[in-house]
């Protein structure tokens, strides 16, 4: 393996590690946390493409107090998407579900982006072994006939 292919082989390592980190990172979350989280999710209903999070709408501020209260009274997060996406619509929920035409949603572009990548690369290498072309003799004769006739006129003006 050469030192170019050993130095992308060590960055997927390092971003599949990153990747790893991160997803495994959280642990148990803050009553606050979630509620943060969540907000976070749901699309304000007075709002267009905002969260509840974001909005200072009088809908999402008694959103965000539900919220609290869903989860002081213990329900768990998909029970209080499901809630909601009952209440509003699949539509509330800034996330889409993890099947259907959820995945499709959140998959395509990331199958794009690598397929992208893929596709870089493979131009990459197929342009490296390409054969250099050469000249013919004939090209370099007509250069040299070009250069003397030239070098002709210089010396004649």
């Given at each position: 393996?050469?030192?170019?292919?050993?130095?992308?082989?060590?960055?997927?390592?390092?971003?599949?590690?990153a990747?790893?980190?991160?997803?495994?990172?959280?642990?148990?979350?803050?009553?606050?946390?979630?509620?943060?989280?969540?907000?976070?999710?749901?699309?304000?209903?007075?709002?267009?493409?905002?969260?509840?999070?974001?909005?200072?709408?009088?809908?999402?501020?008694?959103?965000?107090?539900?919220l609290r209260r869903?989860?002081?009274?213990?329900?768990?997060?998909d029970?209080?998407?499901?809630?909601?996406?009952e209440?509003?619509g699949?539509?509330?929920?800034?996330?889409p579900?993890?099947?259907g035409?959820?995945?499709?949603?959140?998959?395509?572009p990331?199958?794009?982006?690598?397929?992208?990548?893929?596709?870089?690369?493979?131009?990459?290498?197929?342009?490296?072994?390409?054969?250099?072309?050469?000249?013919?003799?004939?090209?370099?004769?007509?250069?040299?006939?070009?250069?003397?006739?030239?070098?002709?006129r210089?010396?004649?003006?």
């Amino acid at each position: 393996m050469s030192a170019r292919g050993a130095a992308w082989l060590l960055l997927g390592v390092l971003v599949a590690a990153a990747i790893v980190i991160a997803a495994s990172q959280g642990g148990e979350a803050t009553p606050s946390e979630r509620a943060r989280d969540l907000a976070a999710e749901i699309q304000c209903p007075e709002c267009d493409g905002v969260s509840v999070e974001q909005s200072l709408a009088p809908t999402s501020r008694a959103i965000r107090a539900d919220l609290r209260r869903r989860i002081a009274a213990g329900q768990s997060d998909d029970q209080i998407r499901q809630a909601y996406a009952e209440r509003y619509g699949e539509a509330i929920l800034l996330r889409p579900e993890g099947s259907g035409l959820g995945v499709l949603v959140w998959g395509l572009p990331v199958v794009l982006v690598i397929a992208g990548a893929g596709a870089l690369v493979l131009a990459s290498r197929r342009r490296r072994h390409e054969p250099l072309l050469h000249a013919t003799d004939a090209d370099e004769a007509l250069v040299e006939n070009i250069r003397g006739d030239r070098g002709t006129r210089e010396r004649a003006e």
